[in-house]
């Protein structure tokens, strides 16, 4: 890891983790020496960071010069903290990561009545049981799905029945406790839904369905829509 890289990590570590951090906090998530911990945290003050604290005493981020500052609106910023939080619980582990870093830029930038408000919000998003964990890198099958790549993956359906499933993969959603993919079935000829957590080694074809992402899903969507308002018609038509 090189230095730029290095500095980097650490800062994002300071926006992140509780504060005050540790030395020995930083050497845990790192893997990095005392010595380089207390060097990386000078040269980050060095380039215009306030970091409150001490070896002996942890840090505490006080002004990321990094960062530009934030202007939110009350409603905007509780809008904002509540969705982060939602998929700080629910999301795949890369973008629950990801979720609790920007809630610490977000806190690195605001103005101290802000931070406050961003500490205690109002709106909260809990889950007593976290959506099962999937069975394959959703980073990587997210990749596929930007890119437009069809993907091949294992997968074992509610009877427990096993197959190899080769589809253009279109969304990820979280629906009725768990991680869902919409995609084009080739083995169907037909749209289908895929727990995550029922998949198993995924890897791309070398095949691609560009520019076709977005309208597949549009229709997709389109039909799920019509399929469900017909389902109220009829329950509605029920004695």
């Known amino acids: 890891m090189n230095r730029t890289h290095r500095i980097f990590q650490m800062m994002q570590l300071l926006r992140r983790l509780p504060a005050p951090v540790t030395a020995a906090d930083l050497v845990n998530e790192t893997g ?3 010595r380089t911990i207390y ?8 380039l215009g960071a306030v970091i409150d604290g001490e070896a002996g005493f942890g840090y ?7 960062l530009p500052t934030l202007a939110f609106t009350d409603d905007e910023l509780e809008a904002l903290v509540l969705g982060l939080r939602e998929v700080s619980v629910i999301g795949d582990p890369a973008l629950a990561r990801a979720a609790q870093s920007a809630l610490g830029k977000l806190k690195a930038r605001l103005p101290a009545r802000q931070t406050h408000r ?17 069975g394959i890198d959703v980073k990587v099958l997210r990749a596929a799905t930007w890119d437009e790549a069809t993907i091949l993956f294992g997968y074992e359906d509610a009877k427990g029945q096993p197959s190899k499933r080769e589809v253009d993969p279109l969304s990820i959603v979280y629906l009725e406790g768990a991680h869902m993919l919409m995609a084009w079935c080739h083995l169907r000829d037909d749209f289908r839904v895929f727990r995550l957590d029922r998949m198993k080694d995924l890897s791309r074809t070398g095949a691609s369905f560009r520019p076709r992402r977005v309208p597949m ?3 997709y969507v389109a039909r799920l829509r019509a399929e469900a308002e017909q389902r109220a018609k009829d329950r509605q038509r029920l004695p």
């Open 32 to 34: 990095m020496s005392l």
């Open 39 to 46: 060097r990386d945290i000078e040269a980050l003050r060095g």
């Open 60 to 66: 505490t981020l006080i002004e990321d010069a990094a």
């Open 118 to 134: 961003l500490q205690h919000a109002v709106l909260d998003a809990r889950r007593f049981t976290r959506p099962p964990e999937p």
């Open 217 to 219: 899903l549009r229709d």
